[in-house]
């Protein structure tokens, strides 16, 4: 089932429209096909449990920040078997939306002093920041309890596979180092 972009869920805020002196709450628990569909996006198996929930915060006369907590049970497939590995997740979230951003310039390697510091928009998608930090918190190798990945060896008829001791041809030289200091004692 491939995700389409209608079947996401949004919840925008015009920062315009929210209180200029205090915090605005929000809440989204996806429903079921938008957990599906939020799935799909991230591929990944499934979408067990979502809940994001925070606030939008008036900093100063333009700025705005987003703190958040994101809670999920997700499903993903085992890197290992394919079988479907169940993890939670619980991750503060943390943005900062202000008029004085700065677009590094090409040239510059440096990173920003806060990755978590965007332009001001107009309108903040609560979910579209919801599906960000779900698809930057998924873990990136899941594996079932006990699942292993075996060794291989590849050789051509008649040669012996080159073991891993053979392929650090310096990893000898520490015991013969100790070998040689012991004899000097």
Known sequence: MEAHLAD???SPHHLKDLAAR???????QPTAPERSAIADALGILGIKKLLFTGELIPVGPTDWEL????????VQACVVTLDPVSTRID???SRIYTAHFE????NDVEMAVDE???????????AAVMIEALSLALPTYPRVAGAELGAITVT??????????????????ADLRKSLENKAE
């Open 156 to 173: 051509e008829r008649g040669i012996a596979p080159m073991t891993e001791d053979e392929a650090k041809p310096f990893a000898g030289l």
């Open 8 to 10: 996401l869920p949004t």
């Open 116 to 126: 978590n510091t965007e332009p001001l928009p107009a309108t903040v998608d609560v």
């Open 22 to 28: 205090r915090a605005t709450p929000f809440s989204l």
């Open 91 to 93: 991750e503060p979230v």
């Open 103 to 106: 677009e590094p310039d090409e």
């Open 67 to 74: 703190r958040a907590k994101l809670g999920a049970t997700i």
